[in-house]
């Protein structure tokens, strides 16, 4: 009798753990191009790959940006931001803040270099 093995998030990721990751060493702009046309895509630069070479990709649901941070970059943007380190979702809140605040002065820089 074969014991039938119960799917979970686990399994399904070592399915995918058989997977071999290629990297490309690719001259000029080509990795930048690449970057470029995904992130206008809506894509990760893997999954623009995967459509120019015509393999299977999906488009993300919930595109997110993410960041990685140890604890000493707590401690750095604590200092920054006045907060405490542990007060890691207060960080993040200010974080966002920040990049919001990006988007609107890069829109406004674009915009007004386009008027005459």
């Known amino acids: 009798m ?26 000029g702009n080509i990795p930048d ?15 623009q790959i995967r459509k120019i070479v015509n393999l299977p990709y999906r488009k993300p649901k919930r595109p997110r940006l993410t960041l990685s941070l140890k604890e000493s970059d707590y401690l750095h943007l604590a200092k920054r931001y006045s907060v405490p380190a542990s007060a890691k979702e207060v960080i993040r809140e200010k974080i966002r803040e920040e990049l919001e605040t990006f988007y609107q002065q890069e829109i406004e820089k674009r915009q007004g270099s386009y008027d005459v």
């Open 2 to 27: 074969q014991k039938k093995i119960e799917k979970t998030p686990w399994t399904t990721s070592a399915k995918n753990l058989r997977a071999i990751q290629i990297a490309f060493d690719l001259g």
């Open 33 to 47: 191009f690449i970057r470029a046309v995904a992130a206008n895509n809506g894509l990760s630069p893997s999954d």
